[in-house]
């Protein structure tokens, strides 16, 4: 089950990145396929996955910025930092068994909210810094 459809409109001019960005999509496809039909324990391993993977991504991309004196840094981090706060509090709901329907709205979530960071932030700063 696929939510998430990789786009032209993702791409930031730079491979390795679109490679990565691509990595995280097929992490959210993979956790959308298991609602519903995998165990809470399999999907609360691809919560963490997601978390580990996204988190050490932009750690990457914050470096990069601030290695570069990029001067739209703190506009991108604080939508980093949105999107791990809305991890987290998926993982801790879901640790909690409170998850239902919840889950459906998190795959969802996550689809638009990547979509936008990619087409916007993530391209306007790759273009610039490479
Ligand atoms: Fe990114
Ligand atoms: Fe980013």
């Known amino acids: ?11 930031t001019g730079v491979a390795s990145v679109d490679h990565e960005h691509q990595e995280l999509v ?14 809470e324990d399999d999907v609360a ?8 993977a996204i988190s050490s991504h932009f750690a990457l991309e914050e470096k990069k910025m601030s290695d570069s004196g990029y001067e739209d ?17 998926i993982m801790d709901n879901h640790a909690e068994g409170r998850y239902a329907s919840y889950e459906q709205e998190l795959a969802k979530h996550l689809d638009h909210w990547f979509s936008e960071h990619f087409r916007t932030m993530d391209r306007k700063l790759h273009g610039q810094i490479g």
């Not at 089950?1 to 791409?11: F, H």
């Not at 840094?73 to 509090?89: A, F, G, S, T, V």
């Open 1 to 11: 089950m696929t939510l998430i459809e990789w786009k032209d409109d993702y791409k």
């Open 26 to 39: 097929g992490l959210i496809n993979r956790l959308y396929g298991k609602i519903g039909t995998g165990s």
């Open 73 to 89: 840094y703190w506009p991108h981090k604080e939508d980093h930092e949105h999107l791990l706060d809305d991890i987290r509090e």
């Open 45 to 52: 391993a691809i919560l963490g996955e997601i978390h580990d």
